[in-house]
C-alpha cells in the first residue's frame, strides 16, 4: 500500500484512485496513517480501513474525490469512523453524517442530486453516498 517518496509525498500510483484525485493533505493524512497501522498491525485490509477512518476525521468524499470538511469540523464522519477494533457499523462511505443539513443539501445541489430539496437529513446523506459512488466509477472507467 502506499509509502512515501524521499521527499515525504506519497508514491501517487500507490494511492486509491479517488485519493489521486484529493489535495495533497489528503493523501499525506492516508499515507501516514496506513504507514503507521502497517507497521503495527502489518499490511492488509486492517490497515486500509484505519488509513481511511483517520482520512475521514478530516476530510469528506465529494463525487469522486475528497475534500476537507467544512466549517472546520473534525472528527469521526459515522459511527464506523468513530468506533473501534470490533465495530460492524454501516459506514456512509466518507459522506459526512455530522454535517448540517445545509451543508450535505449543497453537496447534493453540487452533484445534481435529484429531489433534494424533500430529503431528510438522512436521505441527503445515503444520495450523497449513491452520486459518489457514481462520480467514482465514471472517472475510474475514463
Not at 500500500?1 to 485519493?19: V, Y
Not at 446523506?125 to 472507467?141: F, L, M, P
Request: charged share 35%; proline share 6%.
Amino acid at each position: 500500500m502506499p509509502k512515501t517518496t524521499k521527499s515525504g509525498k506519497p508514491k501517487q500510483e500507490e494511492l486509491p484512485s479517488t485519493l489521486q484525485r484529493s489535495p495533497a493533505k489528503a493523501q499525506r493524512t492516508f499515507t501516514k496513517a496506513h504507514d503507521a497501522a502497517a507497521e503495527q498491525y502489518g499490511e492488509g485490509e486492517r490497515a486500509h480501513r484505519t488509513a481511511y477512518s483517520a482520512l475521514k476525521h478530516s476530510f469528506e468524499k465529494v463525487g469522486d474525490h475528497w475534500e476537507p470538511k467544512g466549517g472546520g469540523r473534525k472528527g469521526p464522519s459515522d459511527p464506523q469512523a468513530a468506533g473501534g477494533r470490533k465495530t460492524s457499523r454501516r459506514t456512509s462511505g466518507g459522506v459526512d453524517e455530522n454535517a448540517p443539513k445545509s451543508e450535505l443539501y449543497d453537496i447534493a445541489k453540487r452533484l445534481d442530486v435529484a429531489g433534494r430539496s424533500r430529503m431528510s437529513k438522512q436521505e441527503l446523506v445515503r444520495a450523497i453516498e449513491k452520486a459518489n459512488d457514481r462520480a467514482t466509477r465514471k472517472a475510474r472507467a475514463s
